[in-house]
């Protein structure tokens, strides 16, 4: 059973920057690709960014590509999401999840755990 911690949510005006942690702890967090999704109010949760277990591989939502990195520091059984140039649209829950594989994956049904989530809020 692996737990995930996340941290570092916010409140933070339009156009600012946020950095979400995930500290991850119970299984090797090597072993494991990694991903953040969201879930905003009213809406479904929905794929953000993920990375493969090595950290070589990574991959983002198209509306987040260019703004947000996803990082893993391995040593540190750590996930992290650097957010920047972000809009209210940002406004959500940022779930970390882990998945036992080597490759990435934006669909969440291929998750196997997750953390409780933190809150991002982005003011206009």
């Known amino acids: 059973q692996a737990q995930l911690v996340e941290s570092g949510g916010g409140l933070v005006q339009a156009g600012g920057s946020l950095s979400l942690s995930c500290a991850a702890s119970g299984r090797t967090f090597s072993g494991y690709s990694m991903g953040w999704f969201r879930q905003a109010p009213g809406k479904e949760r929905e794929f953000v960014a993920a990375?493969?277990?090595?950290?070589?591989?990574?991959y983002y939502k198209e509306s987040v590509r260019g703004r947000f990195v996803i990082s893993r520091d391995n040593a540190k059984n750590s996930l992290y999401l650097q957010m920047s140039s972000l809009k209210p649209e940002d406004t959500a829950v940022y779930y970390c999840?882990?998945?036992?594989?080597?490759?990435?994956?934006?669909?969440?049904?291929?998750?196997?755990?997750w953390g409780q989530g933190t809150q991002v809020t982005v003011s206009s």
């Open positions: 990375i493969s277990r090595s950290g070589s591989s990574t």
């Open positions: 999840a882990a998945r036992y594989s080597i490759i990435w994956s934006p669909r969440e049904a291929e998750y196997t755990y």
